[in-house]
């Protein structure tokens, strides 16, 4: 789990940076499992 975490944050922060670039992403790509679910109910 504590993988799974960190690989995430890692993913979010990856977002960002290509965001800030004007790359188009996902809206759920650095999200957790959790978060995503949460949002759509």
């Known amino acids: 789990?504590?993988?799974?975490?960190?690989?995430?944050?890692h993913l979010a922060i990856i977002a960002l940076l290509?965001?800030?670039f004007a790359h188009q992403m996902n809206s759920d790509?650095?999200?957790?499992?959790?978060t995503i679910v949460y949002e759509r109910a």
């Open 1 to 9: 789990m504590g993988l799974m975490a960190h690989s995430i944050h």
């Open 18 to 20: 290509a965001k800030s």
């Open 29 to 34: 790509f650095g999200k957790a499992p959790s």
